[in-house]
């Protein structure tokens, strides 16, 4: 791992953000991007008024001497951090600084006293869910000791999974993480028997070329009224440190593998989520 970003908008959440990030650093040898869009409205940019340039350079320095003291944290001491300062307003546009600096994860805080439940209902995080082609970490709270030992990996094991399962272990590879796959079972014409399911997602290991990686203890079939239910349920019983989950696109995070994954799930969990588009 090269590189990881971090949106700064010098709230709290940004800086519970920024802590992960520099833990993550530090462990594994990485260095930061700071990032703080500014959103200045291109019309004042533009424009060739000297006052109104006046206006646009004061903000932009503005920005930039909070950004510096924002960064000024004990924490990051022995951290490489890169620092940018942009006027983007399309939180998207955030995956294309990503790509820029060669990163290769990115970590975001969650904002609201719903904590991630805000990046199911339109939130510059879900902007950012949505549209990154690299992994994104959403850090909900502060966190006292960040770890990430084991990794709870929710899906349905179609094979339109792999892709986003290699992602998904590629990463937490590096991470030192170790992954646990689970498939919720809720009530209806998706009902599959443990031994169905369990003959299943060892195919899927075997079709992702994974299958010597895994043993029967790290696959799971959990039974649950509901998807969010189950992986929150399967997660809290497996003393997990985070939750994985594939987001596909356009549709953001309402649609998880075969069925629909709502803001109950991190509603009610306060782990880190690390999502991958498909």
């Known amino acids: 791992m090269k590189k990881i970003l971090v949106p700064i908008d010098f709230s709290d959440h940004s800086e519970y953000a920024l802590e992960v990030a520099a833990t993550l650093a530090k462990r594994?040898?990485?260095?930061?991007?700071?990032?703080h869009m500014m959103?200045?409205?291109q019309a004042v940019i533009s424009k060739e008024d000297s006052q109104d340039m006046m206006e646009a350079m004061f903000y932009m320095k503005l920005a930039e001497k909070r950004?510096?003291?924002?960064?000024?944290?004990?924490?990051?001491?022995?951290?490489?951090?890169?620092?940018?300062?942009?006027?983007?307003?399309?939180f998207h546009e955030i995956d294309s600084v990503a790509q820029e600096f060669d990163c290769d994860l990115i970590v975001m805080g969650s904002h609201g006293?719903?904590?991630?439940?805000?990046v199911f209902v339109g939130s510059n995080t879900e902007k950012v869910v949505r549209t990154s082609e690299i992994p994104v970490l959403v850090i909900k709270n502060k966190v006292?000791?960040?770890?990430?030992?084991?990794?709870?990996?929710?899906s349905n094991f179609d094979k339109e999974a792999?892709?986003?399962?290699?992602?998904?272990?590629?990463?937490?590879?590096v991470l030192g993480a170790k992954m646990k796959l689970v498939f919720i079972n809720t009530p209806g014409d998706g009902f599959r028997s443990t031994k169905e399911m369990n003959e299943k997602i060892l195919q899927f290991l075997l079709d992702a070329k994974v299958n010597q990686e895994f043993t029967l203890s790290d696959i799971a079939t959990f039974n649950a009224y509901t998807v969010e239910d189950g992986v929150y349920g399967y997660s809290k019983s497996t003393?997990?440190?985070?939750?994985a989950m594939p987001t596909h696109g356009r549709r953001g995070l309402a649609h998880f593998f075969s069925g629909s994954i709502s803001e109950?799930?991190?509603?009610?969990?306060?782990?880190?989520v690390v999502t991958f588009k498909m």
């Open 28 to 35: 594994h040898n990485t260095e930061l991007v700071a990032l």
């Open 39 to 41: 959103g200045l409205s």
């Open 67 to 90: 950004f510096n003291e924002f960064l000024d944290r004990e924490y990051l001491k022995g951290v490489t951090v890169h620092t940018t300062v942009q006027n983007y307003k399309q």
């Open 113 to 118: 006293s719903s904590g991630i439940k805000e």
């Open 144 to 154: 006292k000791e960040f770890k990430m030992d084991t990794v709870v990996f929710a």
């Open 162 to 173: 792999i892709v986003v399962f290699r992602k998904a272990k590629k990463l937490f590879d």
């Open 239 to 243: 003393n997990a440190d985070a939750i």
């Open 264 to 272: 109950d799930l991190v509603n009610h969990s306060r782990l880190p």
